[in-house]
């Protein structure tokens, strides 16, 4: 069973359109996150959430609004699509209380926006 | 700013080589943790390290804390092709929130057989 996964694993689109990306993690973890990965391979955070709040908010453009309906969910949905948000999103997920700070990656969506 | 600084960002090696990629931090960390990425996919732990001066070993790979908990470096002895990927660095710092990592650029390897 896979531990956390996203829907889709790719998604193109035209600029100006609107798009969500989907996260469920299965781990029972309290916090979960998003990350964007540009061509360069930088992984920068976007968005933290713990237990359905959120926690951080990296000066991201207000066009990203994620949403957490439960603690197991993490979608993410952007608005007016632009050319520089083509890239690879990863959701995480974390154990508060657990030994190790390790994150649990999803298998990523990448995103063409043409 | 970026708060890990990861170098080098990339690194091609004969199959046989060594390799060795460093993190430098500008503040003091609570633990640093390795990642790899194999192309195409996702970020997957490795290590956590947390005491000063920690050497941890996972078969052929090394990884080492600094004394001031503010470097790490991770070395891999004698490459393999199936070495090759992103190598992350992502360092906890004190009193980060719910623990949010600060992930170095990573360092991208190329292992020619």
């Known amino acids: 069973d896979t531990a956390v996964s996203q829907t889709p694993k790719y998604l193109v689109t035209q600029m100006g359109n609107d798009k969500s990306i989907k996260c469920e993690q299965n781990l029972g973890h309290d916090t979960m996150y998003w990350y964007k990965q540009d061509s360069k391979k930088f992984l920068k955070i976007m968005f933290s959430?713990?237990?359905?709040?959120?926690?951080i908010n990296e000066t991201v453009p207000n066009r990203f609004s994620p949403k957490s309906p439960d603690k197991a969910h993490l979608n993410l949905h952007i608005n007016s699509l632009e050319l520089g948000d083509s890239a690879v999103y990863f959701c995480a997920s974390k154990d508060v209380i657990g030994q190790t700070n390790e994150q649990f990656f999803g298998p990523g969506t990448r995103l063409t926006v043409l | 700013g970026q708060q890990v600084m990861q170098i080098p960002q990339y690194q091609h090696v004969q199959e046989g080589e060594d390799f060795t990629t460093y993190c430098n931090s500008s503040t003091t960390l609570s633990n640093i943790q390795w990642y790899k990425q194999r192309p195409g996919g996702h970020p997957v732990f490795l290590i956590q390290l947390v005491k000063s001066g920690e050497v941890k070993k996972q078969k052929r790979l090394t990884f080492q804390f600094g004394e001031a908990k503010k470097n790490s470096s991770l070395h891999i002895t004698a490459t393999q092709t199936t070495d090759v990927g992103t190598y992350f660095c992502?360092?906890?710092?004190?009193?980060?929130?719910?623990?949010?990592?600060?992930f170095g650029r990573g360092t991208q390897l190329t292992v020619w057989p």
């Open positions: 959430y713990n237990n359905k709040e959120l926690i």
């Open positions: 992502a360092g906890l710092r004190r009193g980060s929130t719910l623990g949010r990592l600060y």
